[in-house]
C-alpha cells in the first residue's frame, strides 16, 4: 500500500457501492480477499481507498469511482486532517489558476520531485495574490498573510491529492472545485462552524449597497465578502488561522479583487487599524464574556460607550463604525437580546442620538444559526463631522411577509419575499429618511420615541399589528373550504374492520427486493442548483425536503449553489421514506409533485411497475411492527434502515387490492391534514380580528345570548 494511501470507512464503502451497511458487513465475512484494515478501532475500521476500488471493481460491483468522490476521500482522509488539505489543494488551484504552464511542467515529475519544486512556487503565487490593495499595489507587510506557504514535507502526501485536484479543475474549473471541497467540508462537520447562510449573507451585501472597500472582521469561511462580487479590496480577519486561511484562498479564487486576510481577534489584536472601509459586514460570536473587557477598557473605538461585559455584540457595533468612512455602511447579524437588555441601553441612545444607527430588522427563525431564535440585522452609518442625525430610525418586522411564519425554519424561508420588503422599506426610507407605514411589517419610529428608560428597539413593540389578512370576506371563505373538507373526510371515512384470518405470508425485504431488481433505492441530499439545470430544462428545481413528506405538503426546497451536481429527482409512482425520528410515514408521489429533487434525511424506493405496486409497497412499510424492528436508536436520535423493513410476497392482484385500501386510507390522512389547517387559519383570523377591533363579537355565535359568558360578564350600565 502506497504509504499516504487514503482510508475509508465501511459507510464510505457503502455509499461507493450504492449498498447499506449491513451488505459491507456481509462482504467481509464471506469474501476471504476483502481487503484488510489498515487503520481505525475494532468497531470503526479503516481501508485503503485503492484496495477496496479495485475489489468492488472485481466483484462487479463498482464500474469507476467519480473523480469528486476519490478526491473527497483523499482530502477527508489526509495525514495532516481535512483542514490541512483543503490549504494546499487551495494554493495548488491558485497555482494553476495564475501560471498553467508552470503547472504543466512539475505535473510531469515524481512525486517527491514534485512536493520539493512546488513550494518556491507557491510562495510566489502567493505574494502575488495576497501582496496587493484593490489597485493592484503591493501592500506592505506582505508576508504576514494568513495563508502561509507549506514546505515540501508538508506537501508530499498531498501529491496525489493535488493531482486529481488538477483533474478536477480541468473539468469544473479553479473555483467551483474549491467550493465543492469546502462545501463538502462543512457539510461533514456541521458543529464545528457557525456559517453565514446564502440568504442572510445577499441580504446584508443588498443592504450594504455598492463598495470597493469591504471588511468582515470576523469573516468565518467568507460567505459575506463573497456576497459582494463588485469590490475591488476585501478584508478578513478571524480569530481561528484555519477560516482565516481558507477565505482567503476562497476569494482569490472567486474573483480578481484584492484580498488581505489576517488570523487574530479582531478585538483585540485589529489587523486593520488604519482601514476606513467603505462597507462592514459581519457575523459576530454571540454572548461572549472573554472579549476583553478589562482589557480595551480605555480603547479609542468605544465612542459610544465602554460595553458591559455581557454585551459583546455592541463592542462588534462599535469595532465596525471605527472602521468606516464617513458615510460607510455597516451591516450586522446580531442576537434579538441585543436590542433590548438593560446593560446596553446607553450605547443603544447614545447610537441612535448621533444618527450611527440606521435600522433594525427582526429575521423569522431560522434564518442563520442559532436557528431556533429570530435574529435581528442592524444597519449602521458613521456620521460624518457635519451630518445632521436623521430624526427617525426604521424597524422591520419580517415575521409579517407571506410565507415566513406559516412555514417557517431553516431552508424554508421565502428568501426572495424576505428580500424585497426589506430592501423596499430600506431604499425608501434611506432616500427619504421615512417611510410609509406598513403595518406588522415596517415603520419609522421618531427617534425622540425611543430614548426611554429602556431604549427598547425591537421591531415587533413598536410596529402596529397587521390587518387581518383579506378581512371578513377571507375568513368567510376559509370556514367555507373548512366545511366542504370536513364533509369529504366524513365521506372518505374508512369502513368497519373486519377480523381477517391469521396471516403467515412469506416476507421479503427492501434489500432483498432492491438486489433483485424488483425496485431502485437511492438515497437522497445530493445534487446542487447548476447539476439539476443542466440535467434538465433549466427551470428551478424544487426539493423534496423531509418536513414536507411528514406534513403531506408540496415541495418546498431549494437546491443550494454549487459546482454541478446532479440531485436524484422523484417520479410519479415512486416511494419516499424518511429515515430519521421514528416515525411510520411513506409518501407515494403523484403527477403534481414528481420532477422534484429528493432532500436529506429521505430515501427514494422505485418500483418496477410489472412486480410492485407502489401503494402496496408503500404501505406495508407504514406498519408500527414493521418500523420498530428496522430501527437502530443512538443517543437523541431513531434511525431507520430502510433495507430492513420487510414487506409480504404476494401476486400483483393482491398487491393492488391492498393497495387500493391504502390509497384510500392517504386520501382520508389528506383530508383530515387539510381540514386541521384550515381550523388552525380560522381560528388564528378570528383571534386576530377581535383583538385587533376588525371584528365584532355581538355577531352571532350560534349560542343563546341569555346564557352567553360574554353577556353576563358585562351587565348593561345603570342609566
Known sequence: MPEHAAEVTAATIARLAGVGRAAVSNWRRRHADFPKPVGGTDTSPSFALHEVEQWLREQGKLGEV????????????????????????????LLLRQRPAAWAELSTLDDARLARRLPALLDEVLDER???????????????????TPGAADLVPSVPLLRGIAELAAETGHRDAFEFLLGRHLDANPRQY????????????????????????????????????????LHGQDADPDLAALTGLRIALAGPAGIRTAAADSLRADAFPE???DAVLCHPPFNERAWGHDELAYDPRWEYGLPARTESELAWVQHALARLREGGTAVLLMPPAAASRRSGRRIRADLLRRGALRAVVALPPGAAPPYGIPLHLWVLRRPGATTRPPAELLLVDTAGVEGAAADGGRDRLPWPALRSAVLDAWTAFDRDGTVTEQPGVSRSVPVIELLDDDVDLAPARHLPPPATEGGAAA???????????????????????????????PLTTVGELARAGGLLLRPGGAGTASGAAAAGDGAPVPVLTEHDVLAGTAPSGALPEGPAEEPVLTRTGDVVVPVLGGGAIARVVDDAHAGAALGRNLHLLRPEPGALDPWFLAGFLRG???????????????????????????????????????RALAAFEDALRLAGRLGEQLVRGLHDGLTDGTFDPAADTGTDPATDLGSRARPARPR
Open 66 to 93: 467519480p473523480l469528486r468522490e476519490r478526491i473527497w476521500q483523499q482530502l477527508s482522509g489526509h495525514p495532516a486532517g481535512a483542514v490541512a488539505a483543503l490549504v494546499h489543494s487551495g494554493c495548488a488551484l
Open 130 to 148: 495576497f501582496g496587493q490593495d484593490g489597485a493592484g499595489h503591493r501592500a506592505p507587510g506582505v508576508h504576514n498573510r494568513s495563508v502561509n
Open 194 to 233: 457557525t456559517l453565514t447562510p446564502q440568504g442572510p449573507a445577499e441580504l446584508m451585501a443588498a443592504l450594504a449597497g455598492p463598495a470597493a472597500t469591504v471588511l468582515d472582521p470576523a469573516c468565518g469561511t467568507g460567505t459575506l465578502l463573497g456576497a459582494l462580487p463588485a469590490a475591488t479590496a
Open 275 to 277: 482601514l476606513a472601509a
Open 475 to 505: 375568513l368567510d371563505a376559509v370556514r367555507e373550504r373548512l366545511d366542504a373538507t370536513l364533509s369529504r373526510a366524513a365521506h372518505l371515512a374508512p369502513p368497519p374492520a373486519v377480523p381477517a384470518p391469521s396471516a403467515r405470508w
Open 624 to 662: 408500527t411492527a414493521n418500523n420498530r424492528q428496522a430501527s437502530s436508536h443512538a443517543t437523541t436520535a431513531t434511525r431507520l434502515d430502510v433495507r430492513r423493513l420487510q414487506l409480504p410476497r404476494l401476486p400483483l392482484a393482491d398487491q393492488r387490492r391492498y393497495g387500493e385500501r391504502f
